[in-house]
C-alpha cells in the first residue's frame, strides 16, 4: 500500500509562502489521485485541493483558488502544495492522503494518510 509523508511545515507570517510536499513511500503514486487537506482545532477536516493521476486535473477549494497550487512530480513521486499569501486562517495541520477514486474531494474517499504537519500563521 501507498504510504503519504509530509513535510515542509512550519511558521511563516501573513503574507508569507510555504511549499508542502507529500512523498511517497511504499507504492507509487502515479495511480492514485492526491489530495491535501486541513484541520483547524476544533473544526472538520476539510478538503484544500486535489490532484488526479494522468492526465492532471485539479480541484481547489473556493478558499484557497489563486493562493494555492497543487502539483506533481510522478519521476519522484511527490505532490506539491505551494501556498501563497497566507492568511492567519490558513493555520492548522495539513495532511496529504491518498485515494483510488478518480478526484475526489470527501476525506472518506481517502485510504491513506500522513501523519499531517503543522502550518501556522502569524498575524
Known amino acids: 500500500q501507498v504510504q503519504p509523508v509530509e513535510s515542509g511545515g512550519g511558521l511563516v507570517q501573513t503574507g508569507g509562502s510555504l511549499r508542502l510536499s507529500c512523498a511517497a513511500s511504499g507504492r507509487t503514486f502515479s495511480n492514485y489521485a492526491i489530495g491535501w487537506f486541513r484541520q483547524a482545532p476544533g473544526k472538520e477536516r476539510e478538503v484544500v485541493a486535489v490532484?488526479?493521476?494522468?492526465?492532471?486535473?485539479?480541484y481547489y477549494t473556493d478558499f484557497v483558488k489563486g493562493r494555492f497550487t497543487i502539483s506533481r512530480d510522478n519521476a519522484k513521486n511527490t505532490v506539491y502544495l505551494q501556498m501563497s499569501s497566507l492568511k492567519p486562517e490558513d493555520t492548522a495541520v495539513y495532511y496529504c492522503?491518498?485515494?483510488?477514486?478518480?478526484?475526489?474531494?470527501?476525506?472518506?474517499?481517502?485510504?491513506?494518510w500522513g501523519q499531517g504537519t503543522q502550518v501556522t500563521v502569524s498575524s
Open positions: 490532484i488526479s493521476w494522468s492526465p492532471d486535473k485539479t
Open positions: 492522503a491518498a485515494s483510488a477514486v478518480y478526484l475526489k474531494t470527501r476525506p472518506q474517499d481517502y485510504n491513506y
